[in-house]
């Protein structure tokens, strides 16, 4: 079953890996990471992230996100989606 962006949000949020049958690239999905209330400086791979949290005490907050898995299998932090994703009605959970 296919539907729009407002109900992707939906099942995004329920937890759900989705995708858009318009996208060209095979295998490609959506999922929501989580975020963290207290994430350890350690935990910060990147090393501004990981200074910021040094300096905030030693942790620091991670906002949920919307993480991509592109069809080269690469997994991107943060996606945004593009006016047509947005508009779109081919949403459809990813088993």
Not at 3 to 29: C, D, H, I, P, V
Not at 36 to 65: E, I, P, Q, R
């Amino acid at each position: 079953m296919e539907g729009t962006f407002e109900s992707a949000l939906s099942e995004l949020k329920q937890g759900y890996k989705l995708a858009r049958a318009g996208w060209n690239g095979k295998g490609m999905w959506i999922a929501l990471g989580d975020g963290s209330t207290a994430l350890s400086a350690d935990k910060f791979w990147n090393v501004h992230s990981k200074a910021h949290a040094v300096s905030m005490g030693g942790s620091c907050t991670v906002a949920k996100y919307i993480i991509f898995k592109d069809a080269h299998d690469n997994i991107q932090m943060g996606w945004q989606p593009s006016q047509a994703d947005m508009l779109a009605e081919d949403w459809s959970i990813v088993p």
